[in-house]
């Protein structure tokens, strides 16, 4: 069974600039999860959906954070205008249903802002 | 809000040594999760654990679920020189729009030289 995949893996961009993430999550999962972890702490959960809809976003900067989940698979979480403390990694995660415990996690995005 | 606290932050270990680490918060959780990360991916699920008191091993690993609900320990026995990484605790809530991962600091594991 295929894992959580994110791209890109790696993304450097200047103050101001924009940028986003992309997820695609185990395949028959209907929650997916964004991720903020800082260097040094635990993931932070930024937004939850369940299929297509948001069920969290309360720890979601909105003011320049975004994110969709249009046919409730994949998902793309966007950045506008990038901050240099939003450099972190994001991870993608994706559990089965919308109770599930289990949480399956991709590889992430290092996000560097300069 | 909710916190977990991880302790120790960091530790060494010597091939063939038993590791024990813990994650105590003042939050009751309904379940307990384990992750191990390794430099450059996500976050790997080890252990779930479901009950209060329960004790549940995978393979050289061995977590319980503490009594209160708000404590959690994770032993590894046997040590070898892959267990290094970051280790993550993690408590589960259900909210009443969904459920809500609350992850600890972390234990760095790292190999004495």
């Known amino acids: 069974e295929a894992g959580v995949a994110q791209s890109p893996r790696y993304k450097i961009i200047e103050k101001r600039q924009s940028v986003a993430f992309w997820c695609n999550p185990i395949s028959g999962h209907a929650t997916l999860y964004w991720y903020q972890q800082i260097l040094g702490q635990g993931p932070k959960l930024l937004i939850q959906f369940q299929n297509n809809g948001v069920v969290d976003d309360s720890q979601l900067p909105k003011d320049r954070f975004s994110a969709e989940r249009l046919k409730g698979v994949d998902s793309t979480l966007k950045i506008q205008p990038a901050k240099l403390e939003d450099s972190a990694v994001y991870l993608c995660?994706?559990?089965?249903?919308?109770?599930?415990?289990?949480?399956?996690f991709g590889p992430g995005t290092r996000l560097t802002v300069t | 809000g909710q916190q977990l606290n991880q302790s120790p932050q960091s530790m060494f270990i010597q091939e063939g040594e038993d590791v024990s680490m813990n994650c105590t918060s003042s939050?009751?959780?309904?379940?307990w999760l384990w992750y191990k990360q390794d430099p450059g991916e996500g976050p790997v699920l080890l252990i779930a654990?479901?009950?209060?008191?329960e004790l549940t091993s995978n393979g050289r690993l061995t977590a319980q679920f503490g009594i209160t609900r708000k404590d959690s320990f994770l032993n590894i026995s046997a040590s070898i020189p892959s267990d290094v990484g970051i280790y993550f605790c993690?408590?589960?809530?259900?909210?009443?729009?969904?459920?809500?991962?609350?992850f600890g600091a972390g234990t760095i594991l790292r190999v004495k030289s």
């Open positions: 939050s009751i959780f309904n379940t």
């Open positions: 654990l479901y009950k209060a008191g």
């Open positions: 995660a994706s559990s089965f249903f919308r109770g599930g415990y289990e949480q399956y």
């Open positions: 993690a408590g589960h809530t259900q909210m009443e729009y969904g459920n809500k991962l609350v």
